[in-house]
């Protein structure tokens, strides 16, 4: 059984920044950040393949965060600039194992794993 373990979140006024981490006890083919606020369906963020390291972004976060990942430690961070009240939300990390790559990894039914979530919340 893959485990995925997060942390980083926390309170940040607007304007601030985050980063989150996410440790895979495996290797997996991409990784991708996921949130939900309350009373709203989960959304993408960002994901990252791990071979080629191609990156790809919700509208709604470009030019702000940035993902990236460290082979060697099998992990995947979450860099998040200039954040804001829209923003706050619980963050999941999730991993995919198997099955091709499709489009931009946006739905959550790419992926095999999923991490507990780290809430992150950003104030007014």
């Known amino acids: 059984q893959v485990q995925l373990v997060e942390s980083g979140g926390g309170l940040v006024q607007a304007g601030g920044s985050l980063r989150l981490s996410c440790a895979a006890s495996?290797?997996?083919?991409?990784m991708g950040w996921f949130r939900q606020a309350p009373g709203k369906e989960r959304e993408f963020v960002a994901a990252?393949?791990?071979?080629?390291?191609?990156?790809y972004y919700a509208d709604s976060v470009k030019g702000r965060f940035t993902i990236s990942r460290d082979n060697a430690k099998n992990t995947v961070y979450l860099q998040m600039n200039s954040l804001k009240p829209d923003d706050t939300a619980v963050y999941y990390c999730?991993?995919?194992?198997?099955?091709?790559?499709?489009?931009?990894?946006?739905?959550?039914?790419?992926?095999?794993?999923w991490g507990q979530g780290t809430q992150v919340t950003v104030s007014s």
């Open positions: 999730a991993a995919k194992f198997w099955g091709s790559w499709s489009g931009s990894g946006s739905s959550p039914s790419q992926y095999d794993y």
């Open positions: 495996g290797r997996s083919s991409a």
């Open positions: 990252i393949r791990w071979t080629g390291g191609s990156t």
